[in-house]
């Protein structure tokens, strides 16, 4: 399977604190996406790297890149009550945007 | 500029009935991709259509599952006879025509019960 696998499966901290996912696959990659989902709600873009890149900042989001260890981390910094859904990495194969998702982290900020 | 548009919200169906889901792309989008997620899973690839076109279809049952992106209108996923296991949610996503590699807007999805 190519598909990505994040860990852990659930993460609970308090507002204020870091929290990092993770993410591993099996294939090359043209490059890693993350998205966020709200209960019962679709997915939310939030960074893109591409295989060529090491690391990639948008806002109190960081994430890494290791090729040569097919994984990814996503840090969210000072994190929010707001910032409670569940995570997903996703990887490209095939033609167009034929993402293959993994099956997320869900983060619980307690405020 | 509305989102991709995906409808209905909900679909409640019995046994061997019909379900048709729609889902318009955002604007200017002409690539179209509908993904499965059972309860706390991740989304599982189905197919993934541009204007008229099946491009690949590769995670799409073989049976009772049909896809459709016609030239005007809505991309419409049909599922006959349905069955319990068919009850999920079902999202569709579109991007622009830029070929590999961009990211994906997805709609509120559609979620399904089978009674």
């Known amino acids: 399977s190519q598909q990505g696998e994040e860990d852990p499966q659930a993460l609970s901290i308090q507002e204020g604190e870091n929290a990092t996912m993770n993410c591993s696959y099996k294939?090359?990659?043209?490059?890693l996406q993350w998205y966020r989902q709200n209960s019962g709600r679709g997915l939310v873009h939030l960074i893109l790297?591409?295989?060529?890149?090491r690391e990639k900042h948008s806002g109190r989001l960081r994430v890494t890149l290791d090729t040569s260890k097919k994984s990814s981390s996503l840090l969210i910094t000072a994190s929010r009550a707001a910032d409670t859904a569940s995570y997903f990495c996703?990887?490209?194969?095939?033609?167009?945007?034929?993402?293959?998702f993994g099956a997320g982290t869900i983060l619980r900020v307690k405020s | 500029n509305a989102g991709v548009m995906q409808n209905p919200r909900h679909l409640v169906r019995r046994r061997g009935q019909e379900a048709r889901l729609r889902c318009s792309p955002m604007k200017g989008h002409s690539h179209v991709y509908w993904y499965r997620q059972l309860p706390e899973e991740g989304l599982k690839f189905m197919v993934y259509?541009?204007?008229?076109?099946?491009?690949?279809e590769s995670g799409m049952p073989k049976e009772r599952f049909s896809a459709e992106f016609p030239k005007e209108g809505p991309s419409i996923l049909r599922i006959q006879q349905v069955v319990r296991g068919d009850s999920a949610a079902y999202f569709c996503?579109?991007?622009?025509?830029?070929?590999?590699?961009?990211?994906?807007?997805f709609g509120s999805g559609t979620q399904l019960s089978v009674l």
């Open positions: 259509l541009q204007k008229e076109n099946i491009i690949d």
């Open positions: 790297i591409r295989s060529n890149e």
């Open positions: 294939t090359s990659i043209n490059n």
């Open positions: 996703a990887t490209d194969y095939g033609y167009g945007n034929k993402l293959v």
């Open positions: 996503a579109s991007s622009e025509d830029r070929g590999r590699g961009e990211k994906l807007f």
